[in-house]
């Protein structure tokens, strides 16, 4: 029985040096990838915070560096997995810096992807306020909290706008209303074309004669043409209110 617990005994103390050697470790590949960040050889930064695993504060700054070389997707992925860690400051950051490049990447697929853009600003939207609660002092997060709030309500505007237009614009091939309209009504008075040989009258001196519209002269036909120019004019699609102020940038604390 002593003996058995002996052995425990050493067991446990081997796997306390085990761990601590581990983190002793990891410490120091975290601090060599500060050092090579700095000296600018991001490359180097990455692989060695990479060795690191699993660790908060290096997938943070692996984000960091894909966020550096323009990276946004994959630098977004490792910001949300960053947030997910316990150190309260570096969860703010990463709630921070992940909401900054979904705004950012909103805003650049906005006029070829409303819908695209309106998930990215509300998804940045959530992050942004997440990271202000967090830390109350970060104007940059309240800042860039605000900005996503009001560009989802100019990409929910612009939709809207759009999908009006849609209900509006009459179908293809078919012709306009106003337009039935006036071929139903001329049907009524003339029912021949303009120069062309009409149906013989019944009554009257001009019983069995054929009857035509008036020709029209060259000078009527272009002051007609004329008065029909520019009439229509093409509605603009802005959205109402001022357009979102400038974005604060991503990467804290670098």
């Known amino acids: ?40 050889d991001l490359d180097c930064a990455f692989s060695v915070w990479s060795s690191a695993g699993n660790r908060q504060e290096a997938v943070y700054n692996r984000a960091v560096v894909k966020a550096r070389n323009g990276q946004g997707d994959k630098a977004a992925l490792l910001f949300s997995h960053s947030a997910a860690g316990n150190d309260p400051a570096i969860r703010q950051s990463s709630l921070y810096n992940h909401g900054t490049l979904l705004l950012q990447q909103g805003r650049t697929v ?45 990409v929910n505007a612009l939709i809207a706008s759009r999908r009006e237009e849609k209900k509006k614009a009459p179908a293809k091939g ?18 021949d074309k303009p120069g062309k040989v009409g149906a013989e009258t019944d009554s009257g001196e001009g019983k069995g004669k054929a009857r035509s519209a008036p020709e029209m002269s060259r000078g009527d036909a272009e002051r007609l043409l004329n008065d029909a120019r520019g009439r229509e004019t093409l509605r603009s699609a802005t959205a109402a209110g001022s357009k979102p102020s400038a974005v604060s940038p991503p990467e804290k604390d670098w």
């Open 110 to 154: 906005l006029a070829a992807d409303q819908e695209k853009a309106r998930q990215l600003f509300v998804a940045a939207e959530t992050q942004l306020k997440a990271a202000a609660l967090i830390d109350l002092r970060d104007s940059d997060a309240e800042h860039n909290a605000i900005v996503a709030r009001d560009s989802l309500a100019e």
């Open 174 to 191: 078919a012709p306009e209303k106003s337009e039935m309209a006036r071929n139903s009504a001329e049907k009524g008075k003339q029912t």
């Open 1 to 40: 029985m002593r003996r058995l617990t002996i052995q425990l005994f050493y067991v446990f103390a081997l796997l306390l040096l085990i761990l601590s050697v581990r983190y002793d470790l990891s410490s120091w590949q975290v601090q060599s990838g500060y050092k090579a960040f700095q000296r600018g």
